[in-house]
């Protein structure tokens, strides 16, 4: 459990957590798989989520997940991503948070994973939570708690929390 000094901190930037779904790259279920691979050349990100036509999130789609298509035992194929489609190589099984965040959960998550799809109840994709946005969170907290002197006396009833004196 996070301490709830350390909580209020990381809460404090939790504004810029979210990567709002239209500044992410992404592809559709139905695209086949030559402009998927050419969408993931592109961005060079590691891995895009997979959206219906209607936004609704349905998973992930990596560059081996393309690659894999393409192998053959001697040979590699590309002629296949044209007759293959998104839908049927995408990761399905994907954690993924809702907006407002758990935070706990989500650093949990982000141990694993450069990113987090943020998904609402109803299935539409709102963003994602990078590994980055949350380090620059706990970054400004490692380095501005002791300025919070509010903090720091709830702190010191918490027996989850050390400090200094």
Not at 2 to 21: E, G, R, W, Y
Not at 47 to 63: N, Q, R, W
């Amino acid at each position: 459990m996070i301490s709830q000094p350390m909580l209020t901190m990381l809460a404090k930037n939790q504004d810029h957590f979210l990567i709002p779904a239209e500044k992410v790259a992404n592809v559709q279920v139905d695209n086949k798989l030559n402009h998927a691979f050419l969408v993931l050349t592109k961005v060079r990100y590691s891995k895009i989520p997979v959206l219906d036509a209607d936004s609704k999130f349905i998973g992930l789609l990596s560059m081996p997940m393309i690659t894999d298509t393409m192998l053959g035992l001697d040979d590699i194929d590309v002629s296949q991503l044209s007759q293959h489609y998104v839908g049927e190589v995408c990761e399905r099984d994907v954690a993924t948070v809702e907006n407002p965040y758990d935070i706990e959960l989500i650093l949990h998550l982000l141990v694993d994973d450069p990113f987090l799809p943020v998904v609402s109840r109803e299935g539409d994709f709102t963003g994602i939570v990078t590994r980055r946005e949350m380090m620059k969170s706990f970054n400004y907290v490692v380095h501005n708690f002791e300025r919070e002197p509010q903090l720091i006396k709830q702190g010191e009833v918490n027996e989850n929390l050390t400090l200094k004196k």
